[in-house]
């Protein structure tokens, strides 16, 4: 076997910043000297060290991310503690635009009783989330947004989370080769100012969210304002929490509950006095 200082001063070379720990990685996923130097090859060549692996450290968790599929970033971590802070024992969470799944998987690993649901528009994406909530079968879905989801959960999700994409199309090109060539571009590309796909969330998800219920999108620091203005627009009231360590955003939106008044009486009921 190669020693591992002598492939991570490949992998230095090659403009890897962490060489030392990607060599470690690999040495010890690799079984035979040459499935080694394969490996080094193709990191070398820029494929993203989670694709080569097979897997990403995500929550503390090991997620599995296959070739295509977003490899999930640690700065959406807060995303995940931002929602496990508003979940409740039982809570019905939807993990939307799940990608491998890894969202999901941390808020599960860290809030077992809550009923956990995933969905996805790519099928690589779907495949690899179904093996990473395996404890969760048929309940990760393909589709789009919400429309993925079984009709009977309109109305009853409580916590809705979403890292959609939100780089704005001419953006993608300033990204690192890894995320911009080996990426899926529908994991990336948010539209000309990077909130479309927020703007058809905010519409569709206040019929689905729970009396009480709260919506969860990560965003740049950049965008907060205007993705709490697309969620205000449609009746839903937004804050915005930011993790500098991880420089990480999240909008997170609630849908209001009714006043007790307000639930007692029949909808369309006359109020009077
Ligand atoms: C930025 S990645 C995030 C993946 C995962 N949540 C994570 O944080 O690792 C965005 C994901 O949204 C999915 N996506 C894009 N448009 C979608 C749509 N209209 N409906 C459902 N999923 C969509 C992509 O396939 C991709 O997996």
Not at 17 to 25: N, Q, S, T, Y
């Amino acid at each position: 076997m190669t020693p591992p200082s002598a492939i991570a001063a490949r992998l230095r070379a090659a403009g890897c910043v962490f060489a030392e720990d990607e060599a470690r990685l690999l040495s010890s996923a690799a079984r035979t000297p040459h499935e080694l130097a394969a490996m080094v090859d193709r990191r070398v060549r820029g494929l993203p060290l989670e694709h080569i692996l097979g897997w990403a450290e995500f929550y503390g968790l090991r997620v599995q991310v296959d070739p295509g599929v977003f490899v999930p970033r640690r700065r959406t971590e807060y995303l995940v503690s931002q929602a496990l802070a508003v979940c409740r024992p039982g809570a019905v969470v939807v993990d939307l635009c799940c990608g491998s799944g890894a969202v999901g998987a941390a808020l599960v690993s860290a809030a077992p009783q809550v009923a956990l649901y995933a969905t996805d528009i790519d099928p690589a994406a779907v495949a690899c989330a179904r093996r990473n909530l395996s404890a969760h079968p048929g309940r990760v879905f393909e589709g789009d947004l919400l429309d993925a989801l079984p009709a009977a959960l309109r109305g009853r999700i409580d916590v809705l989370v979403a890292n959609a994409p939100y780089v704005p199309t001419g953006a993608i090109e300033r990204m690192p080769p890894e995320a911009r060539l080996h990426e899926a571009r529908v994991a990336l590309d948010g539209g000309a100012d990077g909130l479309d796909v927020q703007r058809r969330l905010a519409a569709a998800a206040p019929a689905w969210l729970a009396p009480g219920g709260h919506l969860l999108v990560e965003t740049s620091r950049a965008q907060a304002g205007h993705t709490m203005a697309v969620f205000a627009h449609n009746g839903l009231t937004p804050r915005v929490a930011h993790c500098d360590g991880l420089d990480a955003t999240v909008v997170i939106s609630s849908r209001r509950a009714p006043r007790s008044r307000e639930r007692e009486l029949p909808q369309g009921a006359h109020r009077g006095r």
